[in-house]
């Protein structure tokens, strides 16, 4: 990454833990912006540096956020600014929190225990928590897998009832690899949003909607979504699961 000198001048010399952020619903115009090879000013200006953890900081997560803002007001750069942080008291709370997010435009949730110590690596006292949408799609054709997957499939080209056309290849087993859903089967997948070539961002397999259908099972249909956010299903359901262009924090005790 190339960024301006003077962004890089601006920051303090502890370690930081962060993003970079333009604004919700802009992360392919960051991603264009952080992978010119010559930054330009103007476009960086727009860029913040969000931070939400100090690494090997000493005390409790609570303790160390009231260090990162005593070290951003210290910085006193605009494009350096500290993750809103907020505690939930129980389940309600935290589901309204999530929809408000949400529907702001937000990702999902991040989860951190007040009173937790930095660790490194994957911890419960760290989770995410973000909506998924669920939808169908037609199986076009089976891609051959790589590596370990050599002989087996390595991801289905499918096929949205819009006509958007793109490859899955997460969610499967390996079983299912040997055994892909048939061309011109139809499958149920997740994902999170949408690229604005209305493209699924990080689809998983979930099931052949078939075999979903001949147990029995009743599909639910009409997800929320809200346009201001950029959630834009592919008529496609909500579903709440753990899982951020999130910008939000949950404090639990």
């Not at 010559?38 to 260090?67: C, H, L, N, Y």
């Not at 529907?103 to 225990?113: A, C, N």
């Not at 998924?132 to 096929?159: C, K, N, Q, W």
């Not at 639910?220 to 909500?238: M, Y």
Request: proline share 6%; glycine share 12%.
């Amino acid at each position: 990454m190339n960024a301006p000198e003077w962004f890089i001048a601006g920051l303090p010399a502890e370690p930081l833990d962060g993003e970079l952020w333009i604004a919700r619903g802009q992360f392919e115009a960051l991603s264009g912006i952080v992978r010119r090879k010559a930054p330009r000013d103007e476009d960086w200006r727009r860029v913040k540096f969000m931070v939400f953890e100090q690494p090997d900081g000493a005390g409790s997560f609570s303790e160390r956020i009231d260090s990162l803002r005593a070290i951003v007001a210290r910085a006193g750069v605009p494009w350096l600014q500290v993750v809103e942080q907020f505690r939930v008291a129980d389940r309600a709370a935290l589901q309204a929190r999530l929809d408000e997010v949400v529907k702001g435009g937000g990702e999902g949730l991040m989860l951190h225990r007040a009173d937790a110590p930095y660790v490194t690596g994957r911890s419960d006292a760290l989770l995410k928590l973000k909506p998924l949408f669920d939808t169908e799609a037609t199986v076009i054709a089976h891609l051959p897998g790589r590596g370990r997957l050599e002989g087996m499939m390595g991801s289905l080209l499918v096929e949205t009832a819009g006509g958007v056309r793109f490859q899955i290849g997460t969610g499967f087993s390996d079983a299912e690899r040997r055994a892909p859903p048939p061309v011109g089967s139809q499958i149920t997948f997740v994902y999170r949003d949408l690229t604005q070539d209305g493209v699924p961002r990080f689809a998983s397999y979930l099931r052949r909607r078939e075999a979903f259908l001949s147990q029995g099972l009743t599909l639910v249909t009409g997800g929320r979504a809200s346009s201001a956010a950029g959630w834009r299903p592919l008529s496609g359901r909500r579903r709440a699961a753990p899982g951020a262009d999130t910008q939000r924090r949950a404090c639990v005790p």
